[in-house]
């Protein structure tokens, strides 16, 4: 099993800046592709941005292309989200998500754990 607890979201205005970070425990966090994703209230869940294990690649979802970056940090579990540039449409809760086989992918049904997500909210 795998445990993911994310923080960092809040309440933040169009424009500003946030950073998200998911800490993962009971695996080896470097076997695992970490994925975000986020859900807005009566949408499906939509992928954001992923990360291969060794960190070299990575991939993002054209809506947020140029204004987040994501990262991770093997020694400390820990994959981030730099979201710039916030736009009201970014507005939603965020998940961070972990897949054991394969290559990233925008597909969540294929990431195996989950965190509880956190919460996103940029006014205008």
């Known amino acids: 099993q795998v445990q993911l607890v994310e923080s960092g979201g809040g309440l933040v205005q169009a424009g500003g800046s946030l950073r998200l970070s998911c800490t993962a425990s009971g695996r080896t966090f470097s076997n695992y592709i970490m994925g975000w994703f986020r859900q807005a209230p009566g949408k499906g869940r939509e992928f954001v941005a992923g990360?291969?294990?060794?960190?070299?690649?990575?991939s993002y979802a054209d809506s947020v292309k140029g204004r987040f970056t994501i990262s991770r940090n093997n020694a400390n579990n820990t994959v981030f989200l730099q979201m710039n540039s916030l736009k009201p449409e970014d507005t939603a809760v965020y998940y961070c998500?972990?897949?054991?086989?394969?290559?990233?992918?925008?597909?969540?049904?294929?990431?195996?754990?989950w965190g509880q997500g956190t919460q996103v909210t940029v006014s205008s």
């Open positions: 990360i291969t294990r060794s960190g070299g690649s990575t």
């Open positions: 998500a972990a897949s054991y086989y394969g290559s990233i992918s925008a597909n969540y049904e294929v990431y195996d754990y």
